[in-house]
């Protein structure tokens, strides 16, 4: 007797799509087969028509986060509500590194907060500064499950930057004991002389805060923390990579086999700068690094089709309205005095990043469905060390399942989501592709428009090390 059958169903992995049904039995996928009329289930979903995703898991997402004195639209209940209809069965965050403090006590604190989640959930280590006694930490953070350490190579008065000595210190220390730096590359060099030149000339306006990072600013990173862990010798991701010189780098170091993995994020697939040009709306698209034009997107389709970008990721930091513009002044008209300065960066994205990749990617031929479960679950569940429990429909797995309607038409709008705030930057895109049921463990927590999971009933993902990571070697 399985608790659930999914029947007639299309099953996708990278490899194939096949008309198979899934028994499931306490959590766990228990068969993949033609499972027939007479089959005993306590529940069963008839999935004709429809086709079947291992659950997205979205490993970049910044919640309940102090950031440039903003903290965010959502706790991680409200948010594991709105993955969960974004097709998501696994979040990833990261610990509030306040420099100077242990991390493993900032990672048990993460835990603790990241807890309330209603999907499995999982922590990457934040570096800023990287004292002996704080390095120390590393082989115990990987025992507890968190192998991957994140490090800004900018926002330096923001208080989060990582100095090249303390990238050279982690790479050294991933290398010795298997670990994956993932990197927020922007030069901060760059990007703070052109910040200065922007306020001596007083043009702090969105279209200043898009030219104070310049596609080379990025590139200057990417090209700085390639060169150190070819020298380490350590794997390295990318991640929310948005133009092709950086995929260039990234693609030089790949052809000879250095563990080099990129990732990038819907928004610089579907969003462009001119949305800076918008007086009224364009300080809600500050993010960094800022949205490019359609030249750059193409190409990163590009680099999602021939593999130089292996994963997918929202970079979720929902901001509302209000906090976006809680430090800007106002004139005596009470318009808003333009200064990108004040503007806490980041957008919301862990609800569209499925259907945007559907819609955009797989409706519009610019990359297979199997190619698809790649770059939202395989992919990132190898590269973030929980694969085959997550990212795989096999016997053994997680049952993380994501029923989708490749054929449903719908247009995007702050009210279709549920991600706890009243804009949203895709507002009237139009979109061929929806989930329709979401399964985290076995239960069904979305099925259409109704959340069915519960608060607190995530668990935390101990993740290993990744093999490509061990094996040192490009995807
Ligand atoms: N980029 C953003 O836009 N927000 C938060 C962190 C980041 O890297
Ligand atoms: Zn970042
Ligand atoms: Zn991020
Ligand atoms: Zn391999």
Known sequence: ??????????????ESSKKIDIGIKDGKISVLDQLGDSVEAKEVIDATGKHILPGVIDAHMHVEAPFQGCFGANDFYTQSVSAAFGGVTTIMDFTNTFPGNSVITQFEERKDEMSKSALDYSIHCKFVEAPERILQEIPKLIDMGSPSFKMFMTYRK?????????????????KEYGGLPLLHAESNAIAESNIEECVASNSLGWQSFASSKPVLC????VSRATLFSEYCGNAVLFVHTTNKPSLDIARRAQEC????????????????????????????????????TPKEAKELWDGLRDGTICVTGSDDCTYSIKEKEMFLERDAQGKIIPDFRKIVNGLSGCEIRLPVLLSEGVAKGRISINRLVELTSTNVAKLSGCYPQKGCLAPGSDADITIVDLSRKWVLSPEQLHNNIDYCLHDGLELTGAVDTTIARGSIVVQGKDFLGKRDSGRFIKRSIAESVLTNHAF
């Open 1 to 14: 007797m399985f608790d659930l059958v999914i029947k007639n169903g299309t099953v996708v992995s990278p």
């Open 158 to 174: 923001e208080g989060v930057m990582s100095d090249d000595e303390t990238l050279l210190k982690v790479f050294k220390l991933a």
């Open 218 to 221: 990025e590139t200057e990173a």
């Open 257 to 292: 086999g250095l563990p080099v993995y990129v990732e990038t994020c819907p928004h610089y697939l579907t969003l462009f700068d001119d949305m800076y040009a918008s007086e009224e709306r364009g300080h809600l698209a500050i993010c960094s690094p800022p949205l490019r």
